[in-house]
T-cell receptor
């Protein structure tokens, strides 16, 4: 069965600073990988996804993520964080042939200091 | 374009009572999902449905029942609520079981079981 680890429960960055959120996955084949964002009191919104091909994927709101098979990682990055990026971020993995069932990590809460 | 809605948004109930959480989507998506979100666990799949009258258990289905008589609705019932079912519940839908399909999430229902 697949699993996802997000090692950082909380991260605080200053506005304008760069951001990297870590995600490690466990899956026997090439996984489907996702990053979702959850603003306070809201549902989840898809930021970006990876299935195959170029290992650097671009998403919405200026986010990008890089798939590294050798490290089983799919870290989320943003060059310059805005105060509105404060939210909880979830990494998720989907299995091929799994009926679009996702396994989520425990989330990383991002705080942005002004 | 209403998208995916959940009702009620907030619910307080007592141990032993039956509670039904509603989920409605307007896209005619074939797949629908129920997740619960708890601190330290992220989102965990309770049940999913591939189409009307086709449902299957997820990771944490004990104590929950679902039905899907119409494509657009996917109610989740707690037959006899317990305090451990205090959580935030999210419904999601996707156009197919292909993992490349984006899952769209509702705003969530916050349930408190006293």
């Amino acid at each position: 069965a697949q699993s996802v680890t997000q090692p950082d429960i909380h991260i605080t960055v200053s506005e304008g600073a760069s951001l990297e959120l870590r995600c490690n996955y466990s899956y026997g084949a090439t996984p489907y990988l996702f990053w979702y964002v959850q603003s306070p009191g809201q549902g989840l919104q898809l930021l970006l996804k990876y299935f195959s091909g170029d290992t650097l994927v671009q998403g919405i709101k200026g986010f990008e993520a890089e798939f590294k098979r050798s490290q089983s990682s799919f870290n989320l990055r943003k060059p310059s964080v805005h105060w509105s990026d404060a939210a909880e971020y979830f990494c998720a993995v989907g299995a091929r042939g799994g009926g679009n069932k996702l396994t989520f990590g425990t989330g990383t809460q991002l705080k942005v200091e002004l | 374009d209403a998208g995916i809605t959940q009702s009620p948004r907030y619910k307080i109930t007592e141990t032993g009572r039956q509670v039904t959480l509603m989920c409605h989507q307007t896209w005619s998506h074939s797949y629908m999902f129920w997740y619960r979100q708890d601190l330290g666990h992220g989102l965990r799949l309770i049940y999913y449905s591939a189409a009307a009258d086709i449902t299957d258990k997820g990771e944490v289905s004990d104590g929950y029942v679902v039905s899907r008589s119409k494509t657009e609705n996917f109610p989740l019932t707690l037959e006899s609520a317990t305090r451990s079912q205090t959580s935030v519940y999210f419904c999601a839908s996707s156009g197919s079981g292909n993992p490349q399909e984006t899952q769209y999430f509702g705003p969530g229902t916050r349930l408190l079981v006293l």
